[in-house]
């Protein structure tokens, strides 16, 4: 069974969220359903419309968590509702939300992965454990990687 890792903004403007996830269902429908298992940090944007298209193909979720304390005051309810619907969920110990933690975060999904799909813009990163971060470091140890950007999509504030 294919496993697909995720990497994405955050930011992404609502119709950009739409066209991402028109996009990230359209990758994933060649996959017969239940027939693949999808690894995500749950975090909002990218990582969120991921793990709600794998769940709608009826496919595995597994949950990267990059510390007990993620994702923090104010989660909303997005994460709790994939959480529970993860069929694994893996607890990093990192006592610190800091660079090192994502980057640990990132490192297990790579060790899980067969590919990558990073919903990104192309653009240089904000630095370790970001999106640009991580795709540099899957193209690096060989992992094919699927960029999902539509025409159009824009981040909030850019």
């Known amino acids: 069974m294919p496993v697909i890792a995720v990497t994405g903004h955050m930011d992404l403007t609502p119709a950009t969220a739409h066209a991402v996830r028109a996009a990230l269902d359209a990758l994933l429908a060649p996959y017969p359903t239940g027939e693949l298992t999808g690894v995500s940090c749950l975090a909002p944007g990218a ?3 991921f793990a709600d298209a794998v769940l709608a193909r009826s496919a595995r979720l597994v949950a990267v968590l990059p510390s007990p304390s993620y ?3 104010g989660a909303g309810s997005d994460f709790a509702r994939l959480r529970a619907a993860a069929d694994r969920v893996l607890v990093l110990p990192a006592a610190v939300l800091d660079d090192a933690a994502y980057v640990a975060a990132n490192v297990e999904l790579l060790a899980l992965a067969d590919e990558l799909v990073a919903v990104w813009d192309g653009g240089p990163g904000n630095g370790p454990g970001g999106t640009a971060d ?7 140890a060989g992992i094919p990687v699927r960029v999902v950007w539509p025409s159009g999509a824009a981040r909030v504030g850019r």
């Open 47 to 49: 990582d969120t419309l």
């Open 71 to 73: 994702p923090g005051p």
């Open 134 to 140: 991580m795709v540099a470091a899957t193209r690096a």
